[in-house]
T-cell receptor, first 113, second 110 residues
Framework: ETGVTQTPRHLVMGMTNKKSLKCEQH?????MYWYKQSAKKPLELMFV???????ENNSVPSRFSPECPNSSHLFLHLHTLQPEDSALYLCASSLETGANVLTFGAGSRLTVL | EDKVVQSPLSLVVHEGDTVTLNCSYE??????LLWYKQEKKAPTFLFML????IEKKSGRLSSILDKKELSSILNITATQTGDSAIYLC??????????FGKGTHLIIQP
C-alpha cells in the first residue's frame, strides 16, 4: 500500500455509460495527478491539481472530466468513452507540483466495450 | 515538447548478470530525473537525480546522471528474478508533472 488508494481497480463500461474513478491520498500531499498508461506507450500526463486548483490539462478530450474537491481526493468522471480509451489510469500525488517525487496508486484498469 | 527515450525497450538476462538501462532526454528547464520500478501496477520510486556525476546507490541498484550528455543510466548488479519489472525513467522540467519514457521491460531468467 503506497498511501494512494484508487477505486475501482477494474472497470468495464459501454460507450454510453457514465462512471467515475476515485483516488484518495493519505500522505498530506498538495498536488495530485491523473496519468494514462497504454500498452507500448509512455505514461501520459492528463491532469494536474495543486491545492485543489487545476494547473495542467494536457489536451485531454472533454469526455474525461476531473474533479478535485480537496487536496486528498481526486476523481475522473468518464462519459461516452471510446474503445481506444481502454487503459490503466494511474493517480499520483506529490508534496507540491514541479520536479517532485510522485507516489502512485495501483491504478484503475478500464475496458471500454 | 519534453521527450524521454529509454533503451533497450526489452531485455532478457540470466540471474547473476549485470544490466545497464539507458535514458536520454530533451526537456526545457530541466530540474530532475527520476527512476521508477513497475512490477504489477503502481510504479515505485527508486532514485531522483539532480546533479551530474553523483552516483546514487541502493543495494544492488545504482544510477548516475550526465547533464552534458542529457542522459542517465541505471545499473543493477547480481540480478535476481525479483528484479524482473518495467523500469521507467521520467524527467521533471517545465510542466507541472513528470514526462515519462516508454520503459525498459527487464526479464531475469533463473
Amino acid at each position: 500500500e503506497t498511501g494512494v488508494t484508487q477505486t475501482p481497480r477494474h472497470l468495464v463500461m459501454g460507450m454510453t455509460n457514465k462512471k467515475s474513478l476515485k483516488c484518495e491520498q493519505h500522505l498530506g500531499h498538495n498536488a495530485m495527478y491523473w496519468y494514462k498508461q497504454s500498452a507500448k506507450k509512455p505514461l501520459e500526463l492528463m491532469f494536474v491539481y495543486n491545492f485543489k486548483e487545476q494547473t495542467e490539462n494536457n489536451s485531454v478530450p472533454s469526455r474525461f472530466s476531473p474533479e478535485c474537491p480537496n487536496s486528498s481526493h481526486l476523481f475522473l468522471h468518464l462519459h461516452t468513452l471510446q474503445p481506444e480509451d481502454s487503459a490503466l489510469y494511474l493517480c499520483a500525488s506529490s508534496l507540491e507540483t514541479g520536479a517532485n517525487v510522485l507516489t502512485f496508486g495501483a491504478g484503475s484498469r478500464l475496458t471500454v466495450l | 515538447e519534453d521527450k524521454v527515450v529509454q533503451s533497450p525497450l526489452s531485455l532478457v538476462v540470466h540471474e547473476g548478470d549485470t544490466v545497464t538501462l539507458n535514458c536520454s532526454y530533451e526537456v526545457t528547464n530541466f530540474r530532475s530525473l527520476l527512476w521508477y520500478k513497475q512490477e504489477k501496477k503502481a510504479p515505485t520510486f527508486l532514485f531522483m537525480l539532480t546533479s551530474s556525476g553523483i552516483e546514487k546507490k541502493s543495494g544492488r541498484l545504482s544510477s548516475i546522471l550526465d547533464k552534458k550528455e542529457l542522459s542517465s543510466i541505471l545499473n543493477i548488479t547480481a540480478t535476481q528474478t525479483g528484479d524482473s519489472a518495467i523500469y521507467l525513467c521520467a524527467v521533471g522540467g517545465g510542466a507541472d508533472g513528470l514526462t515519462f519514457g516508454k520503459g525498459t521491460h527487464l526479464i531475469i531468467q533463473p
